[in-house]
């Protein structure tokens, strides 16, 4: 199956960056874009609620007007996240705006929804799902979405814990739709690597939380620079949902990251009045340990891309 044309873009790399919670905004998104990868963010970054549609407005504007300025650049188009479960009080508000301004690719998660995919088939764009097992990689597919996200283990944020190079043989011995995998890729080595084991895309969050353009603390993106996989917590307790987390920003919380209570699921709220709920726990991928510094996001995908050619020319020599 080939690749929906917005996938067929040119890309600086064969990237979405994921959409992370306060972090992504549009000075990310457009950064993300204009260096050649796939920016997103979430939809419930946007408080209050009225900001989504200049947010929309802005990212087409400022990519238009790059591309625009800058003839025979790579230009990426961009993504927004929907949290689809039910406690999301704005799903269908900003859904409205999403159609209106015709969001070339939607990504979904926390449960996979017909309506939603329809709404965003009605003007042609499409829906990436995200998924931690096969079981739930079927049920999307079976609801419309387009193509899947495979959140294996240590990805930053809401993450499974397979491996992901079991989670993408289970999808691809059925699917070969458009195919993304997320979990601790923070290296052009790993993009290749993603590419290897049978996904289209890698899907990269974490380090571009060390980037000028998150719209995050100081605090934060040094954290993410001073941390490696060893300092990557897996708990519910923050969202009901498992994540990861880094183990820092826990204990600056007075909690012990060695002894966090287990969270009830039916707490999950992603609605209105969650924008401050543990908003100092700070979420975070394993691969963190190949962040070195914060940098611009032009100059982070430049550094992913010069490591993806050297990884790539080096395998070819073993392979030779």
Same mark, same amino acid.
């Given at each position: /199956?080939?690749?929906?044309?917005?996938?067929?873009?040119?890309?600086?790399?064969?990237?979405?960056?994921?959409? /992370?919670?306060?972090? =992504? *905004?549009?000075?990310?998104?457009?950064?993300?874009?204009?260096?050649?990868?796939?920016?997103?963010?979430?939809?419930?970054?946007?408080?209050?609620?009225?900001?989504?549609?200049?947010?929309?407005?802005?990212?087409?504007?400022?990519?238009?007007?790059?591309?625009?300025?800058?003839?025979?650049?790579?230009?990426?188009?961009?993504?927004?996240?929907?949290?689809?479960?039910?406690?999301?009080?704005?799903?269908?508000?900003?859904?409205?705006?999403?159609?209106?301004? #015709?969001?070339?690719?939607?990504?979904?998660?926390?449960?996979?929804?017909?309506?939603?995919?329809?709404?965003?088939?009605?003007?042609?764009?499409?829906? !990436?799902?995200?998924?931690?097992?096969?079981?739930?990689?079927?049920?999307?597919?079976?609801?419309?979405?387009? *193509?899947?996200?495979? $959140?294996?283990?240590?990805?930053?944020?809401?993450?499974?814990? #397979?491996?992901?190079?079991?989670?993408? #043989?289970?999808?691809?011995?059925?699917?070969?739709?458009?195919?993304?995998?997320? %979990?601790?890729?923070?290296?052009?080595?790993?993009?290749?690597?993603?590419?290897?084991?049978?996904?289209?895309?890698?899907?990269?969050?974490?380090?571009?939380?060390?980037?000028?353009?998150?719209?995050?603390?100081? %605090?934060?993106?040094? /954290?993410?620079?001073?941390? =490696?996989?060893?300092?990557? $917590?897996?708990?519910?307790?923050?969202?009901?949902?498992? *994540?990861?987390?880094?183990?820092?920003?826990?204990?600056?919380? %007075?909690?012990?990251?060695?002894? !966090?209570?287990?969270?009830?699921? =039916?707490?999950?709220?992603?609605?209105?009045?969650?924008?401050?709920?543990?908003?100092?726990?700070?979420?975070? %991928?394993?691969?963190?340990?190949?962040?070195?510094?914060? $940098?611009?996001?032009?100059?982070?995908?430049?550094?992913?891309?010069?490591?993806?050619?050297?990884?790539?020319?080096?395998?070819?020599?073993?392979?030779?």
């Amino acid at each position: /199956m080939s690749l929906p044309d917005v996938l067929r873009s040119p890309l600086t790399l064969p990237v979405v960056a994921s959409p /992370m919670f306060i972090a =992504s *905004g549009p000075e990310l998104v457009k950064a993300q874009c204009q260096a050649g990868v796939i920016g997103s963010f979430p939809a419930l970054n946007a408080r209050p609620a009225a900001l989504l549609d200049d947010w929309l407005h802005d990212i087409r504007e400022s990519n238009a007007k790059h591309a625009e300025a800058n003839p025979g650049a790579v230009v990426a188009p961009f993504a927004v996240n929907q949290i689809v479960h039910k406690s999301n009080d704005r799903l269908d508000a900003d859904m409205e705006l999403v159609v209106k301004h #015709q969001v070339p690719i939607v990504i979904t998660s926390l449960g996979a929804r017909p309506e939603i995919n329809d709404a965003v088939h009605s003007y042609g764009g499409i829906v !990436l799902h995200d998924i931690i097992n096969d079981r739930f990689a079927h049920k999307a597919i079976e609801k419309g979405a387009d *193509g899947l996200i495979a $959140v294996a283990a240590g990805a930053g944020g809401h993450a499974g814990t #397979q491996s992901p190079l079991a989670l993408l #043989q289970e999808i691809r011995a059925w699917f070969d739709g458009p195919l993304l995998l997320s %979990g601790a890729i923070a290296h052009g080595r790993s993009i290749l690597a993603a590419l290897a084991a049978g996904a289209d895309f890698a899907y990269v969050g974490s380090a571009f939380l060390a980037t000028h353009e998150a719209n995050v603390v100081d %605090g934060y993106k040094d /954290m993410i620079v001073d941390s =490696s996989a060893a300092d990557i $917590v897996y708990s519910n307790l923050f969202t009901g949902v498992h *994540g990861n987390y880094l183990r820092g920003s826990i204990e600056a919380a %007075g909690l012990d990251p060695v002894a !966090l209570p287990e969270s009830d699921p =039916s707490a999950m709220s992603f609605g209105t009045d969650d924008s401050k709920a543990w908003r100092d726990i700070w979420g975070s %991928g394993q691969g963190v340990g190949a962040v070195e510094g914060v $940098v611009s996001a032009a100059d982070l995908v430049a550094r992913l891309r010069a490591e993806f050619d050297a990884a790539k020319a080096e395998l070819t020599a073993k392979l030779a």
